[in-house]
């Protein structure tokens, strides 16, 4: 992932962000698994696919006690109650009707991505980050790893570790987790970075690791990165190259 100069790192989007962080990307797996092998639909908005507005309305329904409130899909659900053949088509799928007959519902089609396709990318942005799906959503070979756990072959250090399955999928992806420059010629590994810094140091606060972790990027510089993590104290300044 390539990021720009001053650009903090992030690596689950803010409206995206959960408690239950693992069980909720699980989730959204399987709603991509059930939309694109099971519905058969390519990840596009309105009029396009219905895709991304079948995944908001999976993911309401997966977990209602998180999204207690969603005034943009219950708005919509009025607006289809006034607009019968269009709901219609939207309850069918007939995609080939709502092409044909968009022209005429242009401020409902639009409808469509404010506050509910538009959210739906934005959740699934952190699949994409993670390595579980590519741009398009697809979901990768690692993802489908995430889905049937039974094909995880651990290696002999993996077997050593006190984790899960589900745990290992993460681990790998993380350690493999780069931050490129924009020219793609300098990364950083937060992760690694992470791991380092807890190595080195015996005492670190919660807010120091973060800063550590957050504040460093591609354009820091890292000649002597072990002294800086152990001298490195909150609220200190990132030094960039």
């Known amino acids: 992932m390539r990021i720009k100069e001053g650009q903090i790192f992030n690596l689950m ?10 069980n909720a990307l699980q989730g959204y797996l399987t709603i991509l698994d059930d939309i694109q092998n099971e519905q058969k639909m390519n990840w596009a908005s309105m009029p396009e696919s219905l895709a991304q507005y079948e995944f908001y309305r999976q993911a309401i329904e997966l977990s209602p006690e998180v999204f207690g409130k969603h005034g943009p899909y219950d708005k919509l659900a009025e607006t289809l109650e006034r607009n019968k053949d269009f709901a219609t ?3 069918t799928q007939d995609m080939e009707w709502i092409q044909k007959n968009s022209f005429m519902f242009q401020s409902l089609v639009k409808q469509f991505d404010l506050g509910i396709e538009d959210r739906a990318r934005h959740y699934t942005s952190n699949l994409v980050k993670l390595g579980f799906t590519d741009e398009g959503r697809e979901i990768s070979p690692v993802g489908e790893l995430l889905l049937d756990l039974k094909k995880l072959r651990k290696d002999d ?5 006190p984790i899960d399955g589900v745990n290992i999928v993460y ?11 924009t020219e793609g010629e300098r990364y950083y590994s937060p992760f690694n970075l992470a791991i380092f810094a807890l190595l080195k140091r015996h005492r670190l606060s919660e807010n120091e690791f973060s800063e550590l972790v957050q504040g460093l990027s591609p354009y820091s510089d ?9 001298n490195y104290r909150e609220a200190s300044c990132i030094i960039q190259i």
């Open 89 to 91: 088509a939207v309850q």
């Open 171 to 181: 681990l790998r992806q993380l350690m493999k987790l780069r931050l490129f420059d």
């Open 157 to 161: 250090l993996e077997t050593m570790l």
């Open 13 to 22: 989007d803010t409206n995206g962000r959960r408690n239950d962080v693992i």
């Open 222 to 230: 890292f000649s002597d990165i072990e002294q800086y993590v152990l």
